[in-house]
């Protein structure tokens, strides 16, 4: 974490950047959240440890329009959403420096609590430094601890890898954290009954309360007005009023960032009400590659996306009557 | 809310006989919007269109829905019954209650219910409709021919006769293309040069046709009746206006080692040069990559015998830029590299050429004065062996998945050259099949083999091999007949597969027309517009839109012409304006939309926009009205919901949605 | 769940059709008066790439039972490549309605020329029959609406 | 008894070959060194798989007179590979002939100075289990 604030200080120091996008401490010990920083002194709640999951690059979108360079901290899995958007035009390249940073594995303050931690006052052994394989928490109930696998995001579980796609410099080596497929829980699914599987989503999606804290923070979900905010659609719901509309709108937000959705995990990560909404933008993700061969979005900016463009050959839609 | 009036047609018993069409009346005058509901007979005849006309003055209608039958069929009627009212015609909807409904159903009270729910859903539209108004652009009365061989040539001289401008782009220094290089057509054998210089002539001497030989398209902008172009005009180191062409220069030249493009490099020829005799314009260029003043800075002797003084070795690439209303693609072909063939010793043995390079062999002005000769040693063959479908028909990535269509037939022709002009040479065919539709085809074929004698055997050469007393051994298999077959020739002559010219990716990219695989140019309609690009303004002339023969060539090419001149007859293009077009407060610049946009409608600009008072500049999409085509292929792709398309707008479309499953 | 006899559920289905296409093969099956259940009923739109996802929720919200999208076969696309992008988006988005539990029979693409009259009308007999045989749509529907 | 059809697929299997992209251009023939000794020629063997009379492919002449020089393959401009074919059937009759597969034992007897060694390699390599 040092090194972070080292460097970042030096280049807003010579000028080559004019601030800073990285992460600050929140109001509980596992909560940061983004932020700018500008001046030296900004930076004393700047952190970097297991619990900044969030992925900065859509913050680059408005840090884009701001005068000068900003120097933004991304996770391996971050850059790919960093070149996604780049590739849709949405951030300048020329307006971010970025560094890479690296990663163990972001952390589920949910499956901490899960595994009966409460009343957390503090946790060490989440900084990326640490070589710890637990996490020790300090909690009212005196301390406690936990394996830091055991506490890992599921995103972090399947992570595409931890090589940057895009960066200007690397700091911090990171950690491979792969140890499950990311598919099995999709390909569960629909081995399911129709039955099963619509009292499944209908259980999941049941609980949302359409507070669109999935959408704002996904990287692909950045249109400057939402389909469900205009009235192009008549489609601007300001409330749930039927069990039918939740599912229009995550059927659609899944299909509006298909062939666009890096898989960052993020709508899952935010999502208030622990729904596992990244199980939408996995199951387009496993169609695809399956029907037009595997694609990575954000991996490669100039590969041609998959539902823009197409080949004389693609199946059939009747393929998914016949799918066994 | 629209003042809507609905016109139930009976369309005689057609309708009438199924839906009780009184009812519907009753029923769709109860709609909210509805103010005047009326049925008739026939609402197509003029009486029918006069009672429309007379509700629009009577009860200011804002929007007309006619409940009849398809829009295939009478819409277009209707829209001018409403405009000749002083309504926009765009404000009609048809309610399709024959084809989709009367016709299809017994049941009287089912086909009337349906009926009404298709009159609602026409109303609903309707109720969101707006007037359109088609565009216009102006078109430029000057055409673009891109390549100047037989499909050039013909397609300049048809558009030239209609009294329209036609300028030729020509990248050698001579208009011609592969034809020039042929010594004799199928079927007939008149001999190439023959019937293609008086047409070269015509086009040069046409006061409406202007040829840029040695020049290139640089760079394509605009769209369908305004295009412009740049044109590079290479420097040809002779002075076009002073050199008379009398040939001195490279009688002289000094450097005489060049391969010879035209005699597909069988002979050399100098650096200074025209490609062949009759080339026009007849005047030389400076190939500077073998000049010795260009590479080693002395000689000069063009310029010393030049009488005309119109050597210039200080010449510059010029760029000419020129509005064009239509461009016609006339690329042509060239025959495939043979470098992966190595089974038939192509790169071995200089005994084993292309059917191209026999053309050239048997052409008077060729590399042997028409000789037939074998090119390692000059002897005559007495053996001649032609192996079909080089590279043509093949699965694998050595060769092209497509028939050439042409080398039956020219295969069928040099045999037939050769084996009259030189009796006692044995010609012998190894064919997988013969193929030869088209009119006097198969007769010639068979001519070749009932009367010239021309051995015919069905299978494909395995192998060629250079043997030590210097024929060619050839391997293959007679698989009518069940044997294999081993026999030395003198000469093989190898019917490689064509392709496109290599350039033609880099200007279809520059005209955003589309490419298949093989890079052949796409055509708007494989069956029913094969000679027009998908993109506006721009058609297909020859062998780039896929393998042809001459006739059928110069068939193209005339309709590609009556194409291009029905559009440059024209002042102005009514544009079609059921288009697509971007919200720009909803749009993100993202690009996706012109990633699927088949003609390359949308573009992007930079633009300050006021979005709700934050002033921002912001990219956006364009859409270029008289390009795009209305599809809506953009507007599904536009995550944001920014692209919408006139006419079939996504609050239209869903409007029907809800009123068909009320 | 529960089906209701053949007798008395008439589904209501959606039928989009391309302006080139299906719909003059829609108009041929009427012209040669070859018939098909009234419970289909047909919006013209310029291309099946024109059929936003959307739409077909929207349908299926307000209480349709089936939805089937006709446009030209690949290769006849009118603008050429429409119905490729079609045939992505409806695959998937067919996909992801299996993957949440709605019968995949209620959603079919079919590819009609304007000379496939005969395909037409059996195409949207068999729909008809499979749209019954499922009985009504109440997995996306809004039940509230419902009568 | 398997039939031929069954037979048919088992060959397509075995040599991943598509003997519908077969035009019968005769290439494979053409330099097939051992086309005299063969009463089924090479061309021939993909109309046999396609008419899934496969009992005549093994019993045939031609099954031990390819030598698996693979000119055909290399050559066949539609990617059909008559080679693979011949040598599918020939794995078929192999391992019709009572399941046996070579075993490492056997190898020492079946050494014969005019056999290349290439041949047994290759030969242990496809037929062991």
Known sequence: ?324 | MQRIGVFVCHCGSNIAATVDVEKVVEIIRQEPGVVHAEDYQYMCSEVGQAKIADAIHEKGLTGIVVCSCSPRMHETTFRKAAERAGLNPYMVEIANIREHCSWIHKDVEEATKKAVILARAAIAKVNLNAPLKPGESRVTKRALIIGGGIAGIQTALDIADAGYEVDIVEKTPSIGGRMSQLDKTFPTLDCSACILTPKMVEASAHEKITIYTYSEVEKVTGFVGDFTVDIRKKARSVDMDKCTGCGVCQEKCPSKKAPSEFNRGLSNRSAIYTPFAQAIPNVPVIDREHCLKFQKGKCGVCAKVCQAGAIDYEQKDEIVTEKYGAIVVATGFDVIKLDNYDEYAYSQSKDVITSLELERIMNAAGPTKGHLERLSDGKAPREMVFIQCVGSRCADDRGKSYCSKICCMYTAKHAMLIRDKYPDVNVTVFYIDVRTPGKNFDEFYRRAVEDFGVNYIKGQVGKVAPQPNGRLLVQASDLLDNRQIKMEADMVVLAAAIEPNPDVRKIATMLTASIDTNNFLTEAHAKLRPVESPTAGVFLSGVCQGPKDIPETVAQAGAAAVKAIGLLAKDKLLTNPCTAHSDELLCNGCSTCANVCPYGAITYEVRQVNDHGIREDRRLAVVNEALCQGCGACTVACPSGAMDLKGFSNRQILAEVDAICQ | MSIETNETFRPKIVAFCCNWCSYAGADLAGSSRLSYPADVKIIRVPCSCRVNPMFILRAFEKGADGVILCGCHPGDCHYSTGNYYARRRMTLLFSMLDYIGVENGRTRVEWVSAAEGVKFSATMNEFVEKIRSLGKNVRLGDLRCRS | MITGKKQAELIKEISGVNPLKCMKCGKCSATCPSYNEMDIKPHQFVSYVLNEDIEALMQSESLWKCLSCFACVERCPRDVKPGKLIDAARQLLIRQRGQEYLSPDEVPELLDPEIPQQLLVSAFRRYRR
């Open chain 1, 1 to 324: 974490m040092q090194e972070l604030i080292k460097r970042a200080k030096e280049l807003l120091a010579d000028g080559t950047v004019v601030r800073v996008l990285g992460w600050k401490a929140g109001d509980l010990p596992y909560n940061p959240e983004p932020a700018y920083f500008a001046k030296d002194t900004d930076f004393a709640d700047f952190v970097y440890n297991g619990f900044c999951g969030a992925n900065l690059s859509k913050y680059m979108i408005e840090a884009s329009k701001m005068e000068g360079k900003t120097l933004v901290f991304l996770k391996p899995c971050d850059t790919y959403s960093f070149n996604q958007l780049l590739k849709e035009h949405r951030v300048e390249r020329e307006k971010a420096y970025i560094i890479g940073v690296g990663c163990k594995g972001k952390l589920d303050i949910e499956k901490i609590k899960a595994l009966g931690i409460k009343g957390i006052q503090s946790i060490s052994g989440a900084e990326l430094t640490d070589e710890a394989e637990t996490l020790t928490v300090q909690t009212l109930y005196g301390e406690k601890t936990c394996a830091y696998k055991d506490a890992m995001l599921e995103r972090c579980h399947v992570c595409k890898g931890k090589e940057h796609k895009i960066y200007d410099e690397l700091l911090l080596t990171s950690r491979d954290t792969t140890d499950a497929d990311r598919f099995a829980e999709v390909a569960r699914i629909e081995g399911l009954s129709p039955e099963e599987k619509f009292a499944f989503f209908q259980k999941e999606l049941g609980k949302c309360i359409r507070c669109n804290a999935c959408r704002n923070v996904c990287p692909a979900c950045s249109c400057r007005k939402c389909v469900f905010d205009s009235n192009k659609f008549d489609s601007s719901q300001k409330a749930n009023a039927d069990s039918f509309e939740e599912k229009m709108f995550h059927i659609i937000r899944a299909f509006h960032v298909a062939g666009r959705c890096t898989d960052c995990g993020e709508c899952s990560r935010v999502c208030p009400q622990g729904i596992p909404l990244h199980l939408f933008n996995r199951k387009f993700i496993k169609d695809i590659d399956e029907f037009y061969g595997e694609y990575q979005a954000g991996e490669d900016v100039d590969a041609d996306a998959p539902l823009t463009s197409f080949t004389f050959e693609d199946v059939e839609p009747s393929v998914v009557s016949t799918r066994s």
